[in-house]
């Protein structure tokens, strides 16, 4: 390996680790819902609220961020998104009111998805050629899960540690805030001392940028293909509760399959999409056409295996499965933006406008699924849940086409590979 491959995937080390930590407090329900309602004084309303405050900002900022990366230097925007973070969440161990907590889960809002997210995905594809970006962004999400899955199972550690009461909360929270200030400080000296993660020009896009990007008709079909993989990601969170209600997975075991839904498949689940891309597939829109059709027959076999103690583990072993293909997807949903002919630097508008799009359903996916168990308890309202997804699916096969039809025309340009690297 060259010195220059080896300084690549140092860069590359030190992004994924802030990736995997940045969202930790935004996200602290993942692990500690029942902490922060016993410890914190928080109803299911006010977390709900909470987290619809931190989507809400955060969908409205993206275009923002992607703008800001497109005009200043990544370099300093992604330690500067990690220290403002986990200096919030040294304020958050102090368990201000809930006037407070709102401002806080904002502000978390804007210095993880305005500064710092369009930034680390407009880094990630400068880091890489048009031949590499499905594995880039795959091993992007692979990476973030390894880190995920230790930064996760240390602060649970911490708080048992601390005595799993109102201690151990604040030391966990704590615990998140350091890691995140720490790897903004790794990220300020080792990248910048790895050389240039963009062109060594000066950033003068701004609105123009952002215009220009808007004209570009391959970033709305990205961007609506990442929609339809996030609505579909959004209902695996519903698997837990699932599991408890229709095959009393036990309490204990709870905790653990979430980290592992959430958490851990993207280590298998980002690699593999990258290699089923670029290696097998040659293409990131293709395999993301196939790959929602294949998550048909994997939920029918969710609903059809038989419910009851005696077959936990098929049901486990079903929902893990259709997970599995859903973090392939969200492995390289992003890796689309080269195949469409976006120009570097415009990249981070791009993303932002992605961004924007692509994650709003965090905005209602989580209500409208919530909901519909709350109307219809037990089987029937995961059957309906469990039908809403199918159907999502199908849709996202029509738009992953639309897309790879899209993608199979830009390469037939007469110019379609002299697009500029970084």
Same mark, same amino acid.
């Given at each position: ?16 680790? %802030? ?8 996200? $602290?329900? +993942? ?10 004084? $928080? ?8 987290? #619809? ?22 370099? *300093? ?12 969440? /040294?304020?958050? =161990? ?12 904002? $502000? ?11 930034? /680390? ?7 890489? +050629? ?7 962004? %795959? ?25 799993? %009461? ?10 998140? @805030?350091?890691? +995140? ?11 910048? @001392? ?13 609105? #123009? ?16 293909? &990442?929609?339809?993989?996030?609505? &579909? ?28 839904? !959430?958490?851990?498949?993207?280590? $298998? ?12 597939? *040659? ?17 029918? /076999? ?18 893990? #499965? ?12 992003? =890796?689309?933006? @080269?195949?469409?002919?976006? =120009? ?15 994650? =709003? ?9 919530? @909901?519909? /168990?709350?109307?219809?308890?037990? !089987? !029937? ?8 997804? #199918? ?17 199979? *025309? ?6 379609? +590979? ?5």
């Amino acid at each position: 390996m060259t010195a220059q491959a080896k300084a690549k995937w140092l860069r590359f080390l030190i992004l994924i680790i %802030g990736g995997g930590t940045i969202y930790k407090l935004a996200n $602290l329900k +993942d692990a500690f819902y029942v902490p922060m309602q016993e410890f914190m004084g $928080l109803s299911h309303t006010e977390i709900g609220t909470l987290l #619809s405050a931190n989507a809400i900002i955060a969908t409205a900022l993206f275009v923002v961020g992607g703008m800001l990366a497109d005009r200043f230097d990544t370099r *300093k925007l992604i330690p500067l998104g990690l220290i403002g973070t986990g200096g919030l969440g /040294l304020y958050l =161990a102090t368990f201000p009111g809930f006037n407070m907590l709102l401002i806080v889960f904002s $502000l978390f809002a804007i210095c993880a998805d305005c500064i710092y997210w369009p930034s /680390l995905l407009k880094a990630i594809r400068n880091l890489g +050629d048009d031949n590499e970006q499905g594995r880039m962004f %795959g091993f992007l999400e692979g990476g973030r899960g390894v880190v995920d899955t230790l930064v996760a199972f240390s602060a649970l550690g911490v708080f048992v540690v601390m005595g799993s %009461g109102e201690t151990g909360l604040k030391s966990a929270i704590v615990f998140y @805030s350091l890691i +995140d200030i720490l790897a903004g400080v790794l990220t300020w000296f080792l990248l910048r @001392s790895g050389g240039k993660t963009q062109p060594a020009v000066a950033q003068k896009a701004g609105l #123009s940028g952002l215009f220009e990007a808007v004209r570009v008709p391959g970033i709305w079909l990205v961007s609506f293909n &990442v929609f339809m993989v996030y609505i &579909v990601y959004c209902g695996l969170t519903y698997f837990i509760p699932y599991l408890k209600d229709m095959y009393e997975l036990p309490v204990a075991l709870v905790g653990a399959y979430g980290i592992i839904n !959430q958490y851990f498949l993207k280590v $298998l689940g980002g690699p593999a999409g990258g290699y089923m891309a670029d290696k097998r597939l *040659k293409s990131s829109s293709r395999y993301l056409k196939w790959a929602f059709l294949a998550l048909l027959p994997t939920m029918a /076999l969710i609903m059809l295996v038989p419910k009851g103690n005696s077959f936990i583990y098929a049901g486990m072993a079903a929902t893990l #499965s259709f997970a599995l293909i859903v973090f392939t997807m969200r492995g390289v949903f992003w =890796a689309p933006m @080269s195949e469409v002919g976006i =120009a570097p630097h415009i990249t981070g508008s791009a993303f932002g406008i992605g961004c924007l799009i692509g994650y =709003a359903p965090g905005m209602f996916a989580y209500v409208i699924y919530g @909901s519909i /168990l709350d109307h219809f308890p037990g !089987q !029937q309202g995961y059957d309906y849940v469990f039908s809403l997804m #199918s159907i999502l699916a199908v849709i996202g096969f029509m738009v992953s086409s639309l897309l790879y039809r899209s993608v199979q *025309k830009q390469a037939q340009l007469p110019c379609a +590979d002299a697009l500029p690297q970084t």
